[in-house]
């Protein structure tokens, strides 16, 4: 038994993101994941308004299942502390940090947890060329902040390179331009402090972008990783390190490239990964014999406000 068992539990899901049909499947599977359990659950879609209808719903704890911007980002974790709502998931401080693609990977390469290579370009930088550049081709060009590989681009000729940018400027005002790796691609969940098993990502073709990720058979997972042991606990050992630096020792996945011989690079943490059924984070908690319901309820358990 928890302190949130007999809760009135909001399930926050949908959001003002580009991320808002998929934070509403997770939301639902959630909340419905609770229900099973016993738990009095309602579910709130996020809207400019989210005091209002978190006082009308007379919830107690929240769980936020807001994926990329306003929620993601620590901007509701802010204001459920300021409500005085306990909440599960990621701090103000941690969600806001790892949405920072670039600030995270500085943050871990500073403490020795090895990142790809990389630099920021703005708008006002002007139009980038190979030469202006510290890495080769192919590169990868994605948004700073956000999710779901929008606005993401392999970059594999130099004419691509500009509109890439174009691209990705379109969803923030800073982009990151850095090597494209070696796979396999793989994602460790760490969950209360221990990696989960390593999780491989094998896209049946090209690489793992928004369709390869939502669409049916598109792409194929493998529990555990189908690469060397020695190999699976260094991910898992960077994994835990990169949580434990960016303070997501309750929940996160960090996602890897195998980086061949040159060994894993950390590509980025998400504090609030998908959350249904056949998510990765569920999928390697399912592996160590929790199931969706009870990871869901564990999650629940660890709510809490941090600014006491």
């Known amino acids: 038994m928890t302190q949130n068992d007999r809760a009135r539990v909001a399930v926050l899901l ?3 993101s580009t991320e808002r049909a998929i934070s509403f499947k997770s939301g639902h599977a959630v909340a419905e994941a609770l229900r099973s359990r016993g738990h009095d ?3 709130i879609d996020v809207q400019l308004d989210i005091d209002q209808q978190l006082r009308a719903s007379g919830a107690t704890v929240a769980f936020p299942v807001l994926h990329g911007k306003w929620g993601e980002d620590g901007s509701i974790q802010g204001l459920l502390e300021c409500m005085g709502i306990p909440y599960a998931g990621p701090s103000v401080f941690s969600a806001a940090l790892t ?6 990977l500085r943050l871990l390469e500073g403490n ?3 990142v790809p290579k990389g630099v920021v370009w703005t708008a006002a930088d002007g139009v980038p060329t190979l030469d202006a550049l510290p890495v080769d081709l192919p590169i990868v060009v994605k948004p700073v902040r956000e999710g779901s590989s929008f606005g993401v681009t392999i970059v594999t000729v130099q004419d691509q390179l500009a509109p890439a940018v174009q691209t990705a400027l379109k969803h923030d005002e800073r982009v990151l331009i850095e090597e494209c790796l070696d796979g396999p691609e793989l994602t460790v969940g760490i969950l209360e402090g221990v990696a989960l098993p390593v999780v491989e990502i094998a896209p049946v073709d090209g690489w793992f972008d928004f369709e390869a990720k939502y669409t049916k058979g598109a792409t194929t997972y493998h529990v555990p990783a189908r690469i060397d042991p020695v190999l699976a606990e260094r991910v898992q050992a960077i994994g835990r390190e990169a949580a434990r630096l960016t303070g997501c020792l309750d929940s ?9 011989w040159r060994g894993p690079r950390v590509l980025e943490v998400n504090t609030i990964p998908g ?3 056949t998510s990765l984070l569920p999928m390697a908690a399912a592996a160590v014999g929790i199931d969706f319901p009870e990871l869901c309820c564990r999650l629940l358990g660890l709510a809490r406000l941090r600014n006491g």
Request: proline residues 4%.
């Open 14 to 16: 949908g959001g003002l």
């Open 41 to 43: 659950v309602v579910e």
């Open 99 to 104: 949405m920072d693609k670039v600030a995270t």
């Open 112 to 114: 020795g947890v090895p």
């Open 252 to 260: 996160c996945r960090v996602d890897v490239m195998g980086g061949g």
């Open 275 to 277: 959350m249904t059924g």
